[in-house]
């Protein structure tokens, strides 16, 4: 069993790598099996479709990501610390990808409209990283941080498309200054909420 738990991690850390650099249509099963070093049958035991691949390695992303950017952030004091330190973790996170951009975004584009698992996938992952920054938020008013008139999903709308626009800025424009613009965007954003 630990083996075959191995060898699947493997194969989503290869496979993740590839969405990072490539996109999820670009993946093939086939492909997958000669970077993994396995034949193309052995391979697909372990997903069974590419949809499912996909929606594997999205889980996997998504898995990831909380490890590395939200988990760590519920530690600090609820509020406005817990919320910059989610910012920065997640700056972390998303500078620690040399080679590739963010799967979910990649996801978001390819998928946005067409139906099936992976845009389900996709959404349910992305709902969740929103309802967890709005709630970051809530919490920032709730501890009497931000006003208690803020509008939560604004700002929760507003902080996403500012990290949006720096993985554009830098992935795709390489704009030297964009983590700086995004740091100054973002303290703006919170300082109009601040109480």
Known sequence: MAKGLDTKTT??????????????????IGELAKLVGMSKSGLFSHFKSKELLQVTILDYAAENFILKVIKPGLKLERGLPRLEGIVQNWLKWSSSHKHGGCPMTAASVEFDDRPGIVRDATKKHLTALVNSITRSITLAVEEGHFKADTDCNKVAFELYSNILGLH????????????????????????????
Not at 11 to 28: C, D, T, Y
Request: aromatic letters at 10%; charged letters at 30%.
């Open 168 to 195: 554009l800025y830098q992935r795709l424009l390489s704009i030297d200054d964009s983590k700086k613009m995004f740091e100054q965007s973002v303290a703006e954003l919170f300082n109009r909420q601040k109480a």
């Open 11 to 28: 194969i989503l850390e290869i496979a993740l790598e590839q969405v990072r650099k490539f996109g999820f249509e670009s993946l093939s």
